[in-house]
């Protein structure tokens, strides 16, 4: 497709469950990103893929987080023992540029996870 | 790791005046410096950055910002404000070194009729 795209966009889940996010990144974009936000606030920085591997995974929150990008393109952000804390829009954005840096994202409309 | 400040949770303008949103960001070498604004129920939306160069750099919708190294500052700014121009506005910055990208917690524009 033509932009970022993000699956499922809404997801419900009862706490302890275990839920899966996906982001297929518009083609040929190597750098990927995830992000949290919760309502009114900003895009918090989860963790980010160059290629397949995760060049930083500073911003998971706790070892229940996890993501993976094992071709380089597609990504999925995996969350085990689901808490109602983790109740947000995951957001996924990819970004493509010569320069390192430079590119600005492609962000998806996102994942609305609610755990109740 | 680099950070973002936006001072103001919330500006209101009337149409037609001119509108500013500030940004201050901190990182240990030289920034990349973008905004973003998000409409409600929508995915972020890239309307300019700053690499190199002109410290003025216009961006989508008539958006201009300022980078002033100084006051390590990045201001969005657009001469006369629309009504349409009411949403959510983000900064971000990248060091240079790495690709990462953080965000302020976002600024919310209201413009009256």
């Known amino acids: 497709g033509a932009g970022v795209s993000q699956t499922p966009s809404n997801k419900v889940t009862e706490k302890g469950k275990y839920v899966e996010l996906r982001c297929d990144p518009i083609?040929?974009?190597?750098?990927l990103y995830w992000y949290r936000q919760s309502l009114g606030q900003g895009p918090e920085f989860l963790i980010y893929f160059q290629g397949t591997g995760a060049a930083d995974d500073s911003g998971l929150p706790n070892d229940r987080f996890f993501a993976v990008r094992p071709e380089g393109s597609v990504s999925t952000l995996k969350i085990q023992r689901t808490e109602r804390g983790d109740s947000a829009v995951y957001l996924c954005?990819?970004?493509?540029?010569?320069?390192?840096?430079?590119?600005?994202?492609?962000f998806g409309e996102g994942s609305r996870l609610t755990v109740l | 790791a680099q950070s973002v400040a936006q001072p103001e949770d919330q500006v209101n303008v009337a149409e037609g005046n001119p509108l500013t949103v500030k940004c201050t960001y901190s990182?240990?070498?030289?920034?990349?410096l973008f905004w973003y604004v998000q409409y409600p129920n929508r995915g972020l939306q890239f309307l300019l950055k700053?690499?190199?160069?002109?410290?003025l750099v216009k961006g989508s919708y008539g958006f201009e910002a300022e980078f002033n190294k100084s006051q390590t500052s990045f201001h969005l700014k657009k001469p006369s404000a629309l009504v349409s121009d009411s949403a959510l506005y983000f900064c971000?910055?990248?060091?240079?070194?790495?690709?990462?990208?953080?965000f302020g917690a976002g600024t919310r524009l209201t413009v009256k009729p």
């Open positions: 700053y690499i190199t160069g002109d410290n």
């Open positions: 083609s040929g974009h190597t750098a």
């Open positions: 954005a990819s970004s493509s540029s010569v320069v390192v840096g430079t590119g600005e994202l492609f």
């Open positions: 971000a910055v990248r060091d240079i070194r790495n690709n990462d990208m953080r």
């Open positions: 990182v240990s070498g030289n920034p990349y």
